[in-house]
């Protein structure tokens, strides 16, 4: 080839990539389905933050953006369990016995809550409205458990941190039972 074709082609290969890359790049707006949730805010920035350059339909259902929120929140937890394992339970600042066992209580009950949001996937998965309802007030249920046992001791807590973080999961959790009443 010439070295005009070569450039022709070259032009015409990056014109045809670039005119792809917005495909490519396209995420469903989540905020229709976000202003349906109490934590909007949270809602639209947990899902744009872990799912910023991945490809998602720009007609995404709710059922699949709540699919994909749930993912999110159970990855969170995992988090929110790991924090509280690794900073607290094990960490190098010492607990008064009843600091560690409120710890220890919501630990359980972040790790509940995880569990029972994979039962609302499952239950979303075969179309069981019932147990999705339930299955997801449980997983919130756990959550505020947890925010419970931690506020009994919080003038105690030497780190409001996973304080935080269990209230932020507790939101993500009303924000998915939110999403969930309006599939109808």
Request: hydrophobic fraction near 40%; charged fraction near 25%.
């Amino acid at each position: 080839m010439n070295p005009i074709a070569n450039n022709v082609a070259l032009a015409l290969s990056f014109f045809i990539c670039i005119s792809f890359f917005p495909l490519l790049n396209a995420m469903p707006d989540i905020t229709p389905t976000c202003e349906k949730t109490k934590h909007k805010d949270l809602c639209i920035g947990s899902f744009q933050e872990s799912y910023l350059g991945r490809y998602l339909p720009e007609n995404a259902s709710p059922k699949l953006l709540a699919s994909i929120i749930i993912k999110i929140v159970v990855n969170n937890a995992s988090d929110v369990s790991r924090n509280l394992k690794t900073t607290v339970l094990e960490g190098p600042v010492p607990l008064t016995p009843e600091v560690r066992a409120k710890y220890g209580i919501c630990d359980q009950e972040v790790v509940s809550a995880m569990k029972e949001l994979d039962k609302v996937r499952t239950a979303m998965e075969m179309s069981n409205r019932r147990s999705e309802k339930l299955n997801m007030q449980a997983a919130i249920t756990n959550t505020e458990n947890c925010v419970k046992e931690l506020t009994q001791v919080e003038a105690q807590l030497p780190d409001k941190k996973q304080f935080d973080e269990v209230v932020v999961l507790k939101e993500m959790l009303e924000n998915i039972d939110d999403i969930i009443k309006t599939m109808g």
